[in-house]
């Protein structure tokens, strides 16, 4: 049945049929899709399968990517409340997209998943600077600062997780709070969270849910 639904809901998705791919969605749950299939395995791979068409035979348009993208914002938003939620209570985390990079689906995924294991997540949104991240993290009494960035250059630029590193260390707090990173260029490069001077990456939201826990129990 899955294999059905998500051609269907790639299909609507590749016409950039907002509505149909809505539809698509909410009958799935209601057939009992769980939320988590939905983002996880319906509308996340949908979003990479696209770009595969766009890279390799030019079939989908850098526009249409950027509607589906916003379909796939719209379903992420209304399913993250929906996930299974945990008891106990956890950390404070602050996150945020990178200076000058304005991808924020991968991020919303990873603070809606943090969330939903009740962490208290502190989303500063998109285009983040560097010291913004300290800010907020200092105010909010986080222990960790994650930091998501899809480009290359947003991630290792001057206005990266190297310079919210500089910081922290000017204000001796690196015992304190630890930089978490993850978005495409670490995916890509496994080691490049190391160049970086982060803590540590995770692959995707799931990991990124383990990742936080064994920070925070080893800061206690
Ligand atoms: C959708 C998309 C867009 C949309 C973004 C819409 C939005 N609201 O987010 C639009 C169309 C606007 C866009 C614009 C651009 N894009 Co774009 N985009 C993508 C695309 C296809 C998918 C990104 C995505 O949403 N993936 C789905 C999510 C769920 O995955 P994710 O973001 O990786 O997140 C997961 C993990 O990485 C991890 N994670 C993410 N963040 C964090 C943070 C922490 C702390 C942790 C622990 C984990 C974690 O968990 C997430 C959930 O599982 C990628 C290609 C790709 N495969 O990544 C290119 C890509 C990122 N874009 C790219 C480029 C070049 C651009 C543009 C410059 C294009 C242009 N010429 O205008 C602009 C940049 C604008 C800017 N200044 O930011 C390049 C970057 C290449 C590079 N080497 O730097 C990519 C890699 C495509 C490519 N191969 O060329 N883009």
Known sequence: MLNEIIEEYYSSLFDTDYVGALAVIHNAKKEGVTPEEIVFEIVIPSID?????FLLNQEASISQHFLASKISEQIVD?????????????????????????????????????????YNVIDLGLNV?????????INN??????ISSMMVHSAVGENGCL??????KEKKLTDKIKVIVGGAPYRF????????????????????????????????
């Open 49 to 53: 399968r696209m770009l595969q068409s």
């Open 129 to 137: 600077n560097p010291q913004k991240f300290i800010e907020e993290a």
């Open 78 to 118: 209304e399913m993250l409340p929906l996930f299974q939620q945990k008891t106990e209570k956890n950390g404070n985390i602050v996150l945020g997209t990178s200076f000058g990079d304005f991808h924020g689906l991968g991020r919303k995924i990873v603070s809606g998943c943090l969330r939903a294991n009740l």
């Open 141 to 146: 009494d986080a222990q960790i600062i994650g």
């Open 163 to 168: 310079k919210v590193k500089e910081l922290l």
């Open 189 to 220: 490069d496994k080691e490049l969270y190391k160049k970086v001077d982060a803590d540590g990456w995770a692959e995707n939201a799931i990991q990124s849910i383990k990742l936080v826990g064994e920070i925070i129990e080893e800061l206690k």
